[in-house]
Structures are given as C-alpha cells and as structure tokens.
C-alpha cells in the first residue's frame, strides 16, 4: 500500500470521488469547471513543489521556472495551426523539460541551504526577464496557442480539449498519475534513499551514497513534473506568458504546500484547494482582499503547525 | 607481513591556516588489527580519522587502501572501498526505526538504490542484514523503535551498528563508547574483541582500560605530531609518552 496513513486514504477516497462528480453538478456552469480545472493544475505543481520541498529537502524558490517552461515549450515546438497530438507532445515537453532540470540541477545543486534558495530564485528571474524582453517569445503579452491539440490514442479519441469537461478531467488525471508517482518513488529503495538525504545528508554521504545524484534526479523528477502542470495551464488558458514563471507563483504554491501540511504530499492538493477556495471567497466579499487573505494564513500558519493535513491526522489517527 | 598492509598514510598532514592539526602523519594499518590511537585532547586523533575516511582532505601527503592512492576521492567512495566509520557526535537517523537506520546502511550492498518503483520493504536481504547488524551490538529488541527514543547508549550501540551493516573491511570508530554504560562498554569490548578478528579496526577512544585491552597497536599523537607507534607495552614504557600525558601537570605545578 502506498498510501500508509488512514487519513490520507480517506482525504484521497472522500476527493477523488467529489472530485469526479464536481462536472455533474456543474455541467452548464462553464466558469466553475474551469477554476476547478486551474485548482487541478496547480494541486500538481504545488504536489511537485512539496515533493522536493518537505521530501527531498530541497527548498527551491524558483520552482515556476519549470512551470513557465511547460508552456513556452509547448508554444515554441508545435506549428501554429496544426493540432498535434497532446501525448506525444507531453511527453516531448517533459523530455526536454527533464533535461533543461539536468542542467540546472547541476549548477543549483553545487549549493545548499539559503544559498540554494537564492540560486534558484536567480535562475528563475533570468529566465522570467529572458522572455519577458525577447520579441520573439512575445515579451511581456507572451505566446498564444491557436490550435489546441487532440488527444488520440491508437486511434480512439475520448477527449476534446476544447471541452471544458473533457479537460477538467484530463487534469484529475493529472492529480491522479503526479500522487501515485510520487509516493510510489517514495516508498522505492531511491525514495529511502532520499529520505536519509533529507534527514541526514553527512550520514548518507558516510554510508557510502552519491548524495548529489540523489538530489540530481530528484530535482529533475519534481521539475519535469511541475513542466507538466504549465503544459496543462497553458493549454487551459491558450497562452503562455512570463508571469508563468514569476517568483511570486514559486512562492504561492510554497505557500499552498505549506498550508497543507508540508511533505504529506496530499496536503498540497488540500492546501490547494484551501488557498484557491479562500482567496475567491475573499476576492468576492472585499476589494482588499489581501489583507484578508493574508491575516487568514497567518493565523492558519499559526494555528495548524503542521498544516491541514497535520490537523486532519490528529483527527483521525488514533 | 607488507602484504596484509590495508590502509597505509604517507606524511599525511593538516593545517587550517598557519594551525598544524596533523603534521606528517605516515602510518600502517593491517588487517585483522586493531589499531588504537590515543592523545591528549587536541592531538589531532578525530582530524587523522576524518582524513582517512575522506571527510576531510589532507593538506599534504597520501593515503594509500590495498596500495591503490586514495586520499582525492569523494567520501561515498571510500565508503563503497570498504572503509567504514562512526562518528563521535552519535549521527544517526533519528526520526526512523532502529531497522531502517541499518536497512539504509544495508541497501547499498544487495541492489540498486536507482530503483524508482520497487519498494523498499521488498528486498529480503537488506532486511535481514539489518536485523543481524543491530543483532551484533545488541540491539535485537529495539529493532522496531524509533531511534530517538532509545537511550543515548543504545544510540551508540546504533551508530556501530550502521557501520557493520555497510560491510566493511575496515573500521573507523571515532570514540564509540563515549557516553556508555558500564555493561554497554563491555558488551562493546567483547564485540570489538570477535571483530577484529575478521576485520581491521582503527579506534579511537578516550577509555584507556579499554584501548590497552584491546589495541594490537597503539598509535600516540600529541599536538598534531606522532609520537609513537608500537604494540601496548611499548606504548606504556616509552618516556615521552609520559612526559606528553604527564609532563604538562609538572608544569602547571612548577608554575
């Protein structure tokens, strides 16, 4: 069993089953399935983000320089007005997104600690002016995607993406592949591995492990999959611009992450949903939403130490 | 008697700045010793160790495992050679199980730790492993608890164990009695006692009862230089080994 606490199955079991229903309910309110769609999306960069955050010990501020990636990648490498197929695709993106996160891997990781976190955020905004300035890459309004791309398989087409159901799904599935993967690489003898990292890097490293290769591929694991997530949000929206990759976005699904409960990997889709949810409330009620928003994760930060994951075990685990 | 030479130190020295922590150090470790270093504080017993387990690297000199140079490497390598260590600040994994601390150790010698997708509980091997090293130093009803709840004396016990689940020929054990109890210290002693008979062993201690026991050899540092090297008798009979440990009370007294 990959999912060893009770209250993760039950958090899994009780929002797969809202989640896959949420289009029934909502079938001719167009604007409800597409922020759904983007809560989705991001549950998956924010899932990434928490798996090298609160798993690897990797704390990155420039984690939406993987996200922007996705959907200029996108952009860049299909033809303009010609639908390609979305899978082949995808995993073309995440391909080179892998080896894009290799190379910076490679610089980023020579650090460690507040120094890993400023090398990252540096990279991040030479990446984020790089487009912003490049005429190119359509500075600052960024790129559109005229044509969105099918979905065949061998053939058989299930899904549109130019229907806000159909693509809602697609990014559930999304959620769905991005949890099993991970926590399936964190019970593996690599996931062991990166837990003593964490834990103990000295340690490991005396036990006779490459503690850099371990971080390396982790890196490029979490990277590949947040390059995913932008595909995803790119194709929603049908562009990609520079605030893709913004220092802010890094820090909001920080943010998310740790508000669901850091390195519980369930928490982010939690703290997703919950970050999402508070700030359309608030955006809502008040035109100085900020404040609101910012005063309710202050106190949630406060209350919750462990995050809403945290609050949720202590509920439920006996 | 060259050939049984494992680990060897060639003028091997340590300076941080104009600081001498270890100045031409050249040493012979053999197989199925074990090799005891003693000095004052600051001799530079924990700097030879950390030099020669890779942790550290030497201002100058060598260091030569089966001949082959070696003191250039990454500290996993070293480790991958066969020449394993314990730390004399207890460095374990604290938020894991007994089983798991030792299954980390275990992992690396019966398969690949670039799996991605077999579990970790399935290899049987590193199990067992596990379980036999925390059998060796005693541990066999602690094998589930997590480490930071047993006693600071059984931690040690851990970290030894840990060591012996990497499979070493070769042991580097930087005070592994700190901090033990009288029956722990035994219980270690005699351990020590059964392992040198299969591996080769350098030990640090501050415990001398103990490294007179034990030691085939005994290495004596003071203030970065080395003294002398010699079987226990000889140690205890050379006159500048006393005017080391004793000399600066007589003048401390004088003054």
Redesign the interface.
Known sequence: MIFEKRTERIFLAVFFVIALCIPLFLEDNSFFVGKTTTVMILAVFVMSLDFLVGRVGLVTLGHALFYGLGGYLFVILTPEYEAVNFWIYAIYIMGISALIALVVGIVVLRTSGIYFIMITLAISQMAYYFFFDSLEFGGNDGLFIFMKPETSIFGLNFLNLDNPTHFYYLSLLGVLITLVAIK??L???????V??TR??P??????????F??RL?SYVIGSTLAAYAGLLFALQYGYVNPQFMTWEMSGTALVMSILGGMGTIYGAILGTITYEGLQYFFEHMTEDWMLFMGGAIILMVLLLRKGLAGYLEKLLEK | MANDIILETESLSKHWGGIKALNDISLKFHDRQLHGVVGPNGAGKSTLLNML?G?LKPTSGCIFHKGEQIEGM???KF??RGIG?S?QKT??????TCL?NC???A??RF???????????A?KLVRDAAEKALCQVGLDNRIHTVAAEISYGEQRQLELA?VLA?DPCILLLDEPMAGMGHEESLRIISLLNELKKTYSIVLVEHDMDAIFELSDQLTVLDNGTHLITGTVDEVRNDPRVKEAYLGKEDEEEAA
């Open positions: 399936v690489i019970r593996s003898r690599f996931g062991r591995i837990e003593a834990l103990n000295e340690r490991t490293e005396a036990l006779g492990y490459n503690i290769a371990f591929i | 387990c942790t990454k500290p996993w480790v991958r260590r730390f460095n374990i994994y604290t938020d894991v798991e299954a980390v150790a992992q690396r398969t690949g730790s670039f799996n991605l997708f077999a579990s970790r509980h290899n840990m990497t």
